[in-house]
């Protein structure tokens, strides 16, 4: 039992390149989530998807676009990356229903837009 | 407009001592979930402590306790007996199904354990 697991762990692309980040989870969640990190500012959420087949805005949506391939799998694309986008990434997953809703995190990505 | 608010960008806490961390939160939803992770410089975000808008008496997970206050709309986690490894960020998140589901984030507060 993996968890979540996110691919690549580091990344440095520059500026204008393009690529995606994939995250998956085998604990059979609903919900999945793509966050960034920057420091001081806590977690921002980018996308998230309450099912398979649905994606939704978060806080900080531009700039990304997300494919809910299945129901184990989230991705996240940048299209043109730039420096404003170096981050950590994190992708975590959720049950809609039961008595806690806990999300559970991958291990992050680390990305640098040069 | 914040709905999660963590006002202590750094705390210190002698090793053994207790110590609570502050955060309180906005919804207008009667009903919602708060949690609290630890994020230590290892970079991985680890669940602590969960607590539900109906739920009559706070949370407690071992060391960790929750303390929460509905009519002031706070819910501090308390740790008791700090060890060195609770050294770390932590973050307190809201869960709002007003918003369809989504996670609130704190901006976290960055806790060290003195020996």
């Known amino acids: 039992n993996a968890g979540v697991t996110q691919t690549p762990k580091f990344q440095v692309l520059k500026t204008g390149q393009s690529m995606t980040l994939q995250c998956a989870q085998d604990?059979?969640?609903?919900?999945m989530y793509w966050y960034r990190q920057d420091p001081g500012m806590g977690l921002r959420l980018i996308y998230y998807?309450?099912?398979?087949?649905?994606?939704d805005k978060g806080e900080v949506p531009n700039g990304y676009n997300v494919s809910r391939l299945n129901k184990r799998e989230f991705s996240l694309r940048l299209e043109s990356a730039a420096p404003s986008q170096t981050s950590v990434y994190f992708c975590?997953?959720?049950?809609?229903?039961?008595?806690?809703?806990?999300?559970?995190f991958g291990p992050g990505t680390r990305l640098t837009v040069t | 407009a914040q709905k999660i608010t963590q006002t202590q960008p750094g705390m210190f806490v002698q090793e053994k001592e207790a110590v609570t961390l502050d955060c309180t939160y906005d919804?207008?939803?009667?009903?919602?979930?708060l949690f609290w992770y630890k994020q230590p410089s290892s970079g991985e975000m680890i669940f602590l402590i969960y607590?539900?808008?109906?739920?009559?008496q706070n949370a407690t997970e071992g060391r960790y306790s929750l303390n929460f206050q509905k009519a002031r709309k706070s819910a501090n986690l308390v740790i008791s007996a700090s060890q060195l490894g609770d050294s770390a960020m932590y973050f307190c998140?809201?869960?709002?199904?007003?918003?369809?589901?989504?996670?609130?984030f704190g901006t976290g507060t960055s806790l060290t354990v003195i020996p």
């Open positions: 975590a997953s959720s049950e809609v229903t039961g008595t806690t809703y806990e999300q559970y």
């Open positions: 604990m059979n969640h609903n919900s």
């Open positions: 998807s309450a099912s398979e087949g649905t994606t």
């Open positions: 919804t207008s939803d009667p009903s919602y979930g």
């Open positions: 607590q539900g808008s109906y739920d009559q």
């Open positions: 998140a809201m869960r709002d199904l007003n918003t369809g589901n989504q996670f609130y």
